[in-house]
């Protein structure tokens, strides 16, 4: 079993700026493609953006296109989420998430490894 571990999320007043980060083993790291995910309560888990494993290709859900950049670094075995102008529906539970296919995906299902979630609450 292979467990991602996200850091860096926290409470920030709507407007502010938070960059959460993943750490993944290398062998995982480097071959597959690195996704965020959110989830809040009451509400599907909602696929917010990833990274192929060479960074050039990067992809968004709308409702943070703008706003977020998902990117990588490869030598540290990690992928941050910046996430600017931060809005109230913005909060939840922010997981990252690797997928064996290597391919852009938002589906849930289709990722194989989980982190625990790193919690992002953004006041009003």
């Known amino acids: 079993q292979v467990q991602l571990g996200e850091s860096g999320g926290g409470l920030v007043q709507a407007g502010g700026s938070l960059r959460p980060s993943c750490a993944a083993p290398?062998?995982?790291?480097?071959?597959?493609?690195l996704g965020w995910f959110r989830q809040s309560p009451g509400k599907e888990r909602d696929f917010v953006a990833a990274?192929?494993?060479?960074?050039?290709?990067?992809y968004y859900a709308d409702s943070v296109k703008g706003r977020f950049t998902i990117s990588r670094d490869n030598a540290q075995n990690t992928v941050y989420l910046q996430m600017n102008s931060l809005k109230p529906e913005d909060t939840a539970v922010y997981y990252c998430?690797?997928?064996?296919?290597?391919?852009?995906?938002?589906?849930?299902?289709?990722?194989?490894?989980w982190g625990q979630g790193t919690q992002v609450t953004v006041s009003s």
């Open positions: 990274a192929s494993w060479s960074g050039g290709s990067t």
């Open positions: 290398g062998r995982i790291f480097k071959r597959y493609m």
């Open positions: 998430a690797a997928t064996v296919l290597g391919g852009y995906t938002y589906r849930t299902s289709d990722y194989n490894y």
